[in-house]
């Protein structure tokens, strides 16, 4: 029976995620892009009790549908943060070394995740994908999940990520 006016409820995760040890998690884990009707969830596998780890992934679902339609892989933020750094400029004008040197660290150093999610709800939007340590935004093709651009330094006394 639907309670205070929600629909009935269903499962994000199913018997084989949950058995991989797949979790929610992070500080801001949801976000609903409202024309569209897909809900991200920001995602890590750990064990019981790590509801507050970062995600390592976004699983997108259609909710008319009431199923999982995409996975998307999150940046590596500590990959942003050596390259702004290391001031190889921003990724979108990179040449191919830089481009290069970029998936080797992606390869080479661990994904800590990111805490917080935040879709936009124009008709473009974007998936914005936040750590805290390192200090990084990512912006998303909330399609593909391919890296459009990066935010450096945005500060570390952020806690949420909104669209105003």
Known sequence: LPILGFGATWPLLDDSDRAAQWRIGGLQSLALHEASGRLFVLVHQGPKDTHKDPGTEVWVYDLEERRRIA???????????????????????????????????????????????????GDKPVLLASSGFPPTINVLDPDTGSLLREVSEPGLGFSLLFEP
Do not use: H
């Open 71 to 121: 996975k998307l892989p999150v940046p590596n933020p500590t990959v942003s943060f050596v390259a702004d750094q290391a001031k190889l400029g921003p990724l979108e004008t990179a040449g191919a070394g830089v481009r290069a040197l970029r998936w080797l660290l992606g390869k080479t150093l661990p994904n800590p995740g990111v805490e917080r999610i935040l879709v936009t709800q």
